[in-house]
């Protein structure tokens, strides 16, 4: 392979892992705003129900699994070894593909 290519393969590769990152930190800030607001409308409305605490556990739900995604946790073997191991296999058998 050309080096050329290889580092623009790899610019593509950083420039969507930036962007995943940086959609991680947005939906963080939006995430503690939702919260804050979620917080003060229970407060204020029927202080004596603290329903609040099952929106705060789904959206701290969602976020840690947001930032599993865009910090690349290990997927339990199902990682990007394993997808381009799996490309590369199907590759090989051009069969899979009629």
Do not use: R
Not at 22 to 27: E, G, N, S, T, V
Not at 34 to 45: G, K, M, Q, Y
Not at 65 to 91: Q, R, S
């Amino acid at each position: 392979m050309d080096n050329s290519f290889k580092q623009e393969q790899s610019y593509i590769k950083a420039k969507k892992k930036v962007k995943g990152i940086k959609a991680f930190y947005i939906h963080l800030v939006v995430n503690i705003f939702s919260i804050a607001i979620i917080v003060t409308v229970n407060l204020l409305f029927s202080p004596q129900y603290h329903w609040f605490w099952f929106a705060v556990i789904g959206i701290a739900i969602a976020q840690l699994i947001h930032g599993l995604v865009a910090f690349d946790f290990p997927n339990f073997g199902l990682g990007k070894k394993w997808e381009e191991k799996k490309i590369k296999e199907l590759m090989k058998n051009k069969d899979n593909f009629k």
